[in-house]
């Protein structure tokens, strides 16, 4: 009981600092700080300028640690809670036409033990390529249906991130085998059949998509 209480009174203090901080705001940002919330706490430098808040205002507040910024061109209220995946984040909101891919995707749904250093991101064939400073990106080209099918969204710190679905990533990832390492999309694969939801016939559907029906059959097979 005493652990709780001072786990309370902890949550309090923190709670009672934070409204202290924001009632401290100067009130010639109050008006930037709501349109900042009101869209979900996150805004791109065009999204700034168009909601008519003066750059000087924007910079002000970022020297104050009124707004954090995430990425350039990219900019966050500093006083919501911690990005659980600032990576992922910032390249989906600098990103929006990309697709989380390969080691990217396959850590975000637990089916790996690597640790991506780059966040892999998919792209239309075609599409050009994005300039982004931080975090390092790796660019994919797919085209046609390997691109478009197997697509989920899911929301991280309330912004959505799309993201290969486990099947599709591990069609993907024996497809790429020779740039991320076969014993890379095998491990996935092992890890994918030890959870719950196990879908071969989807796993073969993309296999299929992606030109690797027979890679992935013998190593599939000795699974199930």
């Not at 076969?182 to 092992?190: G, R, V």
Request: hydrophobic letters at 40%; one cysteine or more.
């Amino acid at each position: 009981m005493d652990k709780i209480t001072s786990r309370y009174q902890e949550v309090m203090v923190i709670l009672s600092m934070k409204r202290s901080i924001k009632k401290s705001y100067p009130k010639r940002f109050e008006k930037a700080i709501k349109i900042f919330h009101d869209r979900g706490g996150v805004l791109k430098t065009g999204e700034v300028l168009v909601a008519h808040i003066h750059p000087r205002t924007l910079y002000e507040m970022q020297r104050m640690g009124i707004v954090e910024k995430l990425t350039r061109g990219l900019y966050r209220v500093a006083d919501l809670p911690p990005l659980g995946n600032p990576d992922l984040v910032s390249v989906s909101l600098k990103i929006p036409n990309g697709v989380i891919c390969l080691i990217s995707a396959l850590a975000y749904h637990e089916i790996t033990t690597q640790v991506p250093h780059d966040v892999y991101v998919a792209l239309d064939r075609g599409t050009e390529a994005p300039r982004l400073a931080h975090p390092p990106i790796r660019i994919l080209w797919f085209s046609g249906q390997a691109f478009t099918l197997g697509i989920q969204t899911h929301k991280i710190d309330g912004v959505p991130v799309r993201i290969y679905s486990p099947e599709k990533t591990i069609a993907d990832c024996f497809k790429y085998r020779n740039k991320i390492g076969l014993d890379t999309a095998i491990e996935a694969l092992k890890l994918y059949r030890e959870k719950k939801h196990f879908k071969s016939e989807e796993l073969m559907q993309f296999a299929q998509v992606c030109r690797v029906e027979k890679v992935m059959r013998p190593y599939l097979q000795v699974l199930v």
